[in-house]
């Protein structure tokens, strides 16, 4: 007889690399690294996968982003005094 996959298998592809999210706590983890990526123009999400899918369905984290984004960048302009 037939019997039917493991549903696991079915999650699997549902949950494909397009639809990976980090959570709550790996974005806060992660939150420099993407930062410093950003300011320096690399492809901060390909290097952070899950973290702009993340950033879009989190207020909190995406808040967090933002201000660490402004903090870095601001001390970064202010470095060479
Ligand atoms: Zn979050």
Same mark, same amino acid.
């Given at each position: ?8 298998? !079915? ?7 397009? $639809?990976? %999210?980090?959570?709550? #706590?790996?974005?806060? #983890?992660?939150? !420099?690294?993407? @930062? =410093? ?5 690399? /492809?901060? /999400? *390909? *290097? ?7 950033? %879009? $369905?989190?207020?909190?984290?995406? =808040? !967090? ?6 903090? @870095?960048? /601001?001390?970064? $302009?202010?470095?060479?005094?």
């Amino acid at each position: 007889m037939n019997l039917p996959r493991h549903p696991i298998t !079915d999650l699997d592809s549902l949950l494909g690399p397009s $639809g990976f %999210e980090v959570t709550c #706590e790996q974005c806060f #983890e992660l939150l !420099d690294r993407h @930062v =410093e990526l950003t300011l320096a123009g690399a /492809d901060a /999400d *390909a *290097a952070v996968p899950g973290m702009r899918a993340h950033l %879009e $369905g989190c207020p909190a984290c995406k =808040e !967090d982003h933002e201000s660490l984004l402004a903090l @870095v960048a /601001d001390d970064a $302009g202010h470095g060479a005094t």
